[in-house]
Antibody, heavy 117, light 109 residues
């Protein structure tokens, strides 16, 4: 079964840091590009960051550029999101999602990040 | 950046009725890169339609997608109780990687 499981969310102070993980199973992880997508409470979906299958190409939304870093370890079938200088507006459920051309076909269940002052 | 607009914001229908959801793009979108997702409370989004009109694996044939250019439609014939949810359209670009519409909530009348 294809599965993505996020972890690492929690309560963090404004200005603090957090590292999210996403562990993949049931498919050949190193052949897929991956993304992080977030959803603030009661709001819509917002793309956060992308990493290529090799890990050499990364993109970021303007809202997180310079503060968040995406990475992956293909040997561990894992995707990461290092989040620094967290702001109130980063409070959201963070999903990892597998990418195929023109679609995100598999999503994790999400992990909640709450930034508190 | 391509902006997606969805209408209506909320659609109130009875089970068994037909739902027609609209997604309009601020610029032309390649049909290959237009997808639709369903999201229920507390759950992750679920891919329904990709390439504007292709159903994802396991999606019932009451869901269909159509459209091209700037106007796309998701149709649900004969709403089932499990279809009441929020629906998002998504377009893949280059920067940002992809964007979503604001969503249409389909609720029970």
């Amino acid at each position: 079964e294809v599965q993505l499981v996020e972890s690492g969310g929690g309560l963090v102070q404004r200005g603090g840091s957090l590292r999210l993980s996403c562990t993949a199973s049931g498919f050949t992880f190193n052949t897929y590009n991956m993304n992080w997508v977030r959803q603030a409470p009661g709001k819509g979906l917002e793309w956060v960051s992308y990493i290529s299958s090799s890990g050499y190409v990364m993109y970021y939304a303007d809202s997180v550029k310079g503060r968040f870093t995406i990475s992956r370890d293909n040997d561990k079938n894992s995707l990461y999101l290092q989040m620094n200088s967290l702001r109130d507006e980063d409070t959201a459920v963070y999903f990892c999602a597998r990418e195929k051309p023109g679609q995100s076909d598999c999503w994790g269940q999400g992990t909640l990040v709450t930034v508190s002052s | 950046e391509i902006v997606l607009t969805q209408s209506p914001g909320t659609l109130s229908l009875f089970p068994g009725e037909r739902a027609t959801l609209s997604c309009r793009a601020s610029q032309s979108v390649s049909s290959s890169y237009l997808a639709w997702y369903q999201q229920k409370p507390g759950q992750a989004p679920r891919l329904l339609i990709y390439g504007a009109s292709s159903r994802a694996t396991g999606i019932p044939d009451r869901f269909s997608g159509s459209g091209s250019g700037t106007d796309f439609t998701l149709t649900i014939t004969r709403l089932e109780p499990e279809d009441f949810a929020v629906y998002y359209c998504q377009q893949y670009g280059s920067s940002p990687r992809f964007t979503f519409g604001p969503g249409t909530k389909v609720d029970i009348k």
